[in-house]
T-cell receptor, first 116, second 115 residues
């Protein structure tokens, strides 16, 4: 597709289970971001990938969270041993980023995670 | 540290009214970028504008206009003659040149335009 694609759009899971969220960025975009949006809150930065560089993981809230980006394209965000406070919408964005210059981010529609 | 404040949590206006969404930012960098994004009910954030810190010229795009004032660290967004389709959550965001990879978002303003 032409835009950023995320799956699943909705995920309900039980506390303690692991979940995987997928992001398929726009073809050719070198930068990929994960953000978290809790109810009524702004967007919280989680992790950033740029090309083959080491990812910026500074926003990950705990070691239960991890992400990878395979082949410079698709990314998977994994949350292990989910907790109720992990419930949020997880947004993925991609951009064609020039070094040192934040380009326009294109967002997906998000994956809504509910932890019971 | 960078910070973005959108003090208006919710705004309701009647169609055709003008409305201004406020954004105040904090940064220690002299080079930075400011953004506005729109999040309609569908959930997908839509990019509206990006300004760099060296360009204080106000911008107009159709019914949208932006007022960037470094003296007050503000980047306000005005919608003229609002329409029902403008109803959405609007986010202001800041990126410092030194950490251009991270956008810091404000908490958003829910705009409701009533018919």
């Amino acid at each position: 597709g032409a835009g950023v694609s995320q799956s699943p759009s909705n995920k309900v899971t039980e506390k303690g289970k692991d979940v995987e969220l997928r992001c398929d960025p726009i073809s050719g975009h070198t930068a990929l971001y994960w953000y978290r949006q809790s109810l009524g809150q702004g967007l919280e930065f989680l992790i950033y990938f740029q090309g083959n560089s080491a990812p910026d993981k500074s926003g990950l809230p705990s070691d239960r969270f991890s992400a990878e980006r395979t082949g410079g394209s698709v990314s998977t965000l994994t949350i292990q041993r989910t907790q109720q406070e992990d419930s949020a919408v997880y947004l993925c964005a991609s951009s064609f980023e020039v070094t040192g210059h934040t380009g326009e981010l294109f967002f997906g529609e998000g994956s809504r995670l509910t932890v019971l | 540290a960078q910070k973005v404040t959108q003090a208006q949590t919710e705004i309701s206006v009647v169609e055709k009214e003008d409305v201004t969404l406020d954004c105040v930012y904090e940064t220690r960098d002299t080079t930075y970028y400011l953004f506005w994004y729109k999040q309609p009910p569908s959930g997908e954030l839509v990019f509206l504008i990006r300004r760099n810190s060296f360009d204080e010229q106000n911008e107009i795009s159709g019914r949208y206009s932006w007022n960037f004032q470094k003296s007050t660290s503000s980047f306000n967004f005005t919608i003229t003659a609002s329409q029902v389709v403008d109803s959405a959550v609007y986010f202001c965001a800041l990126s410092e040149a030194g950490s251009a990879r991270q956008l810091t978002f404000g908490s958003g303003t829910q705009l409701t335009v009533l018919p």
